[in-house]
């Protein structure tokens, strides 16, 4: 799998009833049923996450291209990625708009309506939506598409810089308890100045180590300083009476984070899923024979009951079909935990559990003690999962004082560390030697001497092949 990461991750969502990439326009595709439950339980996390101190929204999708034009490097940034809409039925439009790259100039007129003086701040809206980029790349399903679909896009404004860094740290403990909820482990770093956000002081990102050793940038956090302040001249009135600029950040995850959960999960027999996103938690599969048929149906309808009462996403898998065939079909799928009942497990009144992270079966009495017992092999399987996830990125993650080491531990899947000066052109330098992009800095230091030879290091700086 490691070697074929891509074709593994192409023909599991497709067999797994995740995605169907054939829709007739490159870079879009259809959510499957199972796929948009994955989809739906993981947006319902960050929600839960953001909903304790910031508000949903839903701006319009097309902005106007006056707006979008404003913001001169923000504009340069998107310029190359926006679809435009020019007819409204056979006419032309007065002014052509842009479906959404991403929704600041959408958002940040209004901003400038609705901020008076410092009660009304800060404001932190959020909304979760379609975005469109015209993405030159090779695009992948999930991972770079032109319609991302889950565009969880948060937006904030202060009255003071300080705010707006510590909004930055919030956004940082914010998505980290996210995907520590999905067993996904991260790598934080800062981006460096040639590959932030279009308009941002600086960006934050999260990246994770996929199993074919590319970095994938699962979610982003931008202090955007008053660029776009001043650009949409959003100004409030302070406690002193004078009229300042507000400080803004913006912070977004995308559809990678359900790419992540799939490839980071996954094994070779298929996609083996955190309990908490799975579409079920529990699949009971009884084992039919004619004679004793309807007490082992009845008997599953009632552990199904049983379990649901504790809040467990559960189904029976009654098909008609050998019980092997079901087995098969949701260890692809991944569910977490398969129950067993077959007429001799009835008689003995127990279950044979088996979790699919470990594979091991093992049984389970079917009296008061069975959710208790179920919720207990999930929350292991949920922690098993996400420690082999933090496992796997340890080990890939390499230091190293020798420049001419780099581009081999990086060809061998690794994210390399090394001491940088922080200078742009050294940095640019080094990658044009390696061959690869600096992905981000990850800490100040004060010791040490820069991986070019050329003076002291300042930074333990981070390279990756990424996708
Ligand atoms: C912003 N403005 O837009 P960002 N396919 C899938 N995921 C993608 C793609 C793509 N083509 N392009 C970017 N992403 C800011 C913050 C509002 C919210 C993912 O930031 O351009 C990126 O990996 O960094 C990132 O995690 C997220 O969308 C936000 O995109």
Redesign the pocket.
Known sequence: MVENFDEWFHDILENANITDSRYPIK?MAIWMPYGFQIRKHSMNIIKKLLDKDHEEVLFPMLVPESELAKEGIHVKGFEDEVYWVTKGGQRELNEQLALR????TAIYPMYSLWIRTHMDLPIKYYQIVN?F?Y?TKHTRP?????E?TT?K???TAHSTKEESDEQIQDFIAIYKEFFDELGIPYLISKRPEWDK?PGADY?M??DVIMPNGKTL????I?NLGQTFAKTFDITFEDKDGEHKLVYQT???????VIASVIGIHGDETGLRLPPKVSPNQVTIIPILFKKGKEEVLAKCAEIKAQLEETGLRVNIDDRDIRPGKKFHDWELKGTPLKLELGPRDLENNITVAMRRDEGKKIEIALDSSLSDNVIDLLNKTQENLSESAWNFQKSHVKFTERLDEIKDLVETGNVVKFHWCGDEAIGRDIEEKTGYDILGIQEEISEGECISGKGNAKYIALMAKTY
């Open positions: 870079g790259p991403t929704s600041e975005t980029r993405e999930l991972i770079r598409v032109r991302i565009f896009e948060a937006h956000f960006t990102a999260f940038q699962i979610g982003t931008h913006c912070a977004g995850v995308s559809d990678r």
